[in-house]
């Protein structure tokens, strides 16, 4: 007995023992084993802490996981022997459970592990018999802002069947309820969603944690919203959905958002059967004032009833800009786009209209344009779409058509301060149509498309351009404009107006009269931004005045194409009638021309004199910088002269006679702003005379390069070879200039060298010419001349002789004046000749020596012999020296030798001769003088002296 009570004790101790083990190490187990399992489920760092454990239940707290991110102060379970049999516990509740979800770029991040889901087809078993959870909120993550939805849950499961359920929460801080219960064996389910937003409710709970945001809310909104669904144990059902929302001064703000409503109101009735069909269908939905940051909308209207099929739509914008918009017509009902086979069609007529301010900021900033009135437009039409898919059928097909019966913007004009631009008198008139279907996109302009302008200025005062009566419209009866988005991507857009009447451009210098013109292009931009296409302009302008250059064109037709990518356009035809420059009138200019890629290619003729063609060739491209380079030519073979012509375009050539042949090149290289010109004149055997100042010139051979327009000048060493010059009484023959042009006002003579009749040659060299100021400073080298026997033909043999001289004269020339400068002449070795023939001149000079004689009878003697042999004298010295004076140049002439007869005959030691005023002389000599009708004779008897 002692033994068995012993034994007793000992397993009662054991057995307590066992029971304060069993207290102290549970929780520690557990913990390990429903971490283990957290994992096995796809949980990252699961943490978790059991606070106790006993027969009838156990309590957790600080359950957490990484992924996905969720948290849980506290949990408590109970259960009995019966529960625990059945698979289940009796009671759960949760409270502080968090879990977070985040919005990003790639959807929705809810961190849950993937579903293994269910495949045995078991009913569904629930864990416990009642549960509560209480002070939880869902935590959203979007755009690194924490937004809570706060909730609770209550669910019950009655008589180990059905499930009742009870959920609570606040979105956008009002309230939303669901209830509902389930048949776990049938699933047969009736659940009812109401949701009630009113302003005197306030912003809502939410989780109160310093650290996130909640949600705010809105303010003067109730709503309500019923939802009503049954399902029975076949799964079969339907639903009921009531919905209405009214709101008035409801104002929500955010980062960056502010909407403001002044008054609105939703509604929709709906009843869908078993097959998710509507019965019944209709939506309302009315706004008043709504704000959108600075956008204004004015009211808003729709309207959806039998089941969809009815639309009515209508909107007003009152900010930026006035719109108004209405649609009204039938479509296809909702349960059309419900069915395995989906067809849907629409046909709406809509109205639209439009009103701009004439005082809003439009298009603000570099381009700011400015309207004498509102500006209003208004438009209506009709749409058309369908939609449809077979059920098996994985391509859909569908169209949108959009055609407008009118749309026109009424009278306006504008000013663009930017371009000094103005367009006054603005009309358009813009029809247009949309069609659309898979993998195409067809719009445009209809062929009643119109825009026309009384006058468009561009410019200020005296540098304005004016465009008057702009029409233009279609032709053949084609759509003014068309775009394309074909299937793979790539745009097409296509065009073709005509003007309709004359079209004026107009400036101070310019003037243009376009009796028509055509304008049409095709343009095709693929999916990377590449275009390719082609443009043509073909206007015909019948007068084209340039009045500053005295320039005239008439009858001008000109069809230009353009070609963009790899588009290769044909060169189109250009002619001209008249040209008339300055009162002359040319043959017109035909050519051809195209443009291709920004680059510009001309080719053609002008037979500007009769008898010949200058050709022409243009070949210029623009870059990215807008620069222009390229090269442009032009030659014209050998061609009279043409007098006329000549004479007319430069005045200074006005009362010559000119003659002779000549042939034209010109050569240019742009490259930006820099032009390399290389232009090249050959003239051959011509002549020119101006009998004003009896000057002659013939025989003139030779080219004349320009290399540089800015300023004009050429290469030096350009030479012009002349046969004959004749300038008054002074003939020169087989001379040439060697010569470069500095400027326009300057010509630098570089050698000259000139024959005489009599023989020797006179040359000059390293002069410069100012053609502005008509003034040039020479030196002038005498060779071998035999300046007695020039002087005898310009006296017209009333002085004879003959001997050669050498020697320089410096000569200024000025305003058609010569001034000789100090200078001389000697005679080369050996003697000459001299006579003076005239009995006047003679009897001149000997009575200043008769006088110098009066007081000696003996040497009368010498006068006569000295008279003798002055009529024939033979010189072996001759030397004449120019002198400079304030007035003009004086001339010392001095001779040494002996007459030629008389016994003995008479020996002349030194005879000088003073001649006075030689510019004057020589100025009429050369015809400088418009006293030229003057005799010389009379000149050399005021002019001689002792």
């Not at 098996?392 to 306006?412: C, D, L, T």
Request: hydrophobic share 40%.
């Amino acid at each position: 007995m002692n033994v068995l009570k012993k034994i007793l004790i000992l397993l009662i101790f054991i057995v307590l023992a066992g029971v304060v083990l069993f207290y102290a190490a549970a929780p520690r187990v557990l913990e390990a084993l429903m971490i283990s399992q957290m994992r096995q489920a796809g949980l990252e760092k699961p943490e978790l802490r059991v606070e106790s454990v006993s027969f009838k239940g156990i309590s957790l707290s600080r359950i957490s996981s990484k992924q996905p991110r969720m948290g849980i102060e506290f949990a408590a379970a109970d259960f009995s022997l019966r529960g625990l049999i059945q698979g289940r516990v009796d009671h759960v509740q949760i409270s502080g459970l968090s879990y977070f979800i985040e919005v990003t770029e790639h959807g929705l991040d809810t961190g849950l592990p993937a579903s293994q889901g269910r495949g045995d087809g078991l009913p569904l078993v629930v864990p416990f018999k009642d549960m509560k959870i209480s002070s939880s909120a869902l935590v959203v993550k979007f755009r690194d802002r924490d937004y809570l939805i706060p909730f609770s849950v209550q669910a019950e499961l009655r008589d180990d069947q059905v499930l009742s359920y009870d959920l609570w929460t606040h979105f956008l801080g009002q309230p939303v309820s669901l209830q509902g219960q389930s048949d776990m064996a049938t699933m047969e389910t009736r659940a009812h969603v109401r949701a009630l937003w009113s302003d005197f409710m306030g912003p809502g709970g939410w989780h109160e944690s310093s650290e996130l945001m909640p949600l705010p809310g809105p303010g003067g909104l109730e709503a309500v919203f019923n939802l009503e669904l049954t399902m029975d144990a076949a799964g079969k059902g339907g639903a009921k959905i009531n919905a209405r929302a009214d709101a008035h001064d409801f104002h929500l703000q955010g980062p960056g958002l502010k909407i403001d409503l002044e008054k609105g109101s939703f509604a929709v009735r709906a009843e869908l059967d078993d097959e998710l069909f509507f019965d019944e269908f209709d939506l309302d939905l009315n706004l008043a004032g709504l704000g959108f940051n600075d956008n204004l909308l004015e009211s808003l209207s729709l309207s959806l009833g039998q089941a969809g099929a009815r639309v009515d739509f209508s909107a007003a914008v009152a900010r930026p800009l006035r719109l108004s918009f209405e649609a009204r017509g039938e479509q296809s009902s909702i349960n059309d786009l419900l069915k395995p086979e989906v067809k849907y069609l629409s046909e709406i007529k809509w109205r639209s209209g439009f009103e701009l301010p004439a005082d809003a900021d439009w298009l603000p900033g570099p381009l700011w344009m400015e309207f004498d009135r509102d500006l209003r437009a208004g438009a209506h039409g009709r749409l058309r779409a369908g939609f449809s898919r077979h059920e098996n059928q994985m391509e859909k097909s569908w169209f949108v058509q959009v055609e407008s019966g009118h749309a026109r913007v009424e009278p306006f004009s504008l000013f663009i301060p930017e371009y000094d631009l103005e367009a006054a008198g603005l009309k358009v008139e813009a029809p247009f149509f949309i069609q659309a279907q898979p993998g195409r996109t067809y719009a445009g302009l209809t062929s009643k498309a119109r825009i026309s302008l009384e006058r468009l200025l561009m410019g200020q005062e005296e540098q304005a351009y004016s465009l008057s009566a702009v029409n233009l419209g279609s032709y053949l009866n084609s759509p003014l404009a068309t775009l394309q988005r074909l299937r793979d991507g790539s745009l097409a857009l296509s065009w073709q107006a005509v003007q309709d009447g004359e079209l004026s451009l107009a400036s101070a210098d310019v003037l243009t009269r376009i009796q028509e013109l055509k304008m049409s292009g095709d343009l095709e931009i693929n999916a990377q931004g590449e275009y390719r296409g082609n443009m043509r302009f073909t206007p015909q302008m019948s007068l084209v005045s340039l009045k500053n250059l005295g320039l005239e064109i008439e009858d001008v037709h000109v069809d230009l194409p353009v070609g963009f990518g790899d588009k290769g356009v044909e060169p189109g035809a250009i002619s001209t009638g008249a040209v008339k420059y300055l009162g002359l009138v040319f043959p017109g200019i035909k050519g051809r021309m195209a443009v291709s890629d920004y680059r510009l290619q001309s080719r053609g003729q002008w037979p500007f004199v009769p008898g010949t063609e200058l050709d022409f060739d243009l070949d210029l491209m623009l870059d990215a910088q807008n620069k222009i380079s390229g090269r442009v030519s032009a030659h014209a073979d050998w061609f009279d002269l043409p007098e006329h012509e000549i004479t007319t375009l430069v005045p200074a050539f006005k009362e010559m006679s000119i003659d002779g042949r000549a042939r034209f090149s010109l050569a240019l290289e742009v490259h930006g702003p820099l032009i390399s010109p290389l232009v090249q004149l050959e003239i051959e055997d011509a002549s020119v005379a101006y009998p004003v100042q009896e000057i002659k010139v013939s025989g003139i051979t030779g080219t004349v390069t320009v290399d540089d327009f800015f300023p004009l000048t050429t290469p030096g060493n350009q030479r012009i070879d002349i046969k004959r010059l004749s300038l008054g009484l002074v003939e020169l023959e087989d001379g040439f200039l060697s010569f470069r042009v500095e400027s326009p006002e300057s010509f630098f003579l570089e050698k000259t060298r000139w024959y005489l009749p009599e023989g020797g040659f006179i040359a000059a060299h390293s002069s410069r010419f100012d053609l502005g100021e008509r003034g040039a400073d020479l030196e002038i080298f005498f060779e071998d001349i035999d300046l007695l026997s020039l002087v005898a033909r310009i006296s017209q043999e009333k002085i004879v002789g003959s001997g050669l001289v050498y020697g320089r004269v410096p000569l200024l020339y000025r305003q058609n004046r010569v001034t000789l400068g100090d200078g001389f002449l000697h005679s080369v070795p050996g003697t000459g000749r001299l006579g003076i023939r005239d009995e006047d001149w003679l009897e001149t000079l000997l009575g200043y020596v008769r006088d110098a004689m009066r007081d000696h009878p003996y040497l009368s003697v010498v006068s006569e012999r000295l008279e003798q042999a002055l009529r024939d004298f033979e010189y072996n010295f001759l030397s004449v020296r120019l002198k400079p004076g304030l007035l003009d140049t004086a001339a010392r002439i001095e001779l040494r030798g002996r007459g030629v007869e008389g016994d003995p005959p008479q020996e002349v030691g030194s005879l000088v001769i003073n001649i006075n005023d030689l510019g004057e002389i020589v100025n009429r000599v050369l015809r400088f003088q418009l006293t030229r009708d003057e005799s010389i004779e009379r000149a050399l008897e005021d002019f001689f002296s002792f």
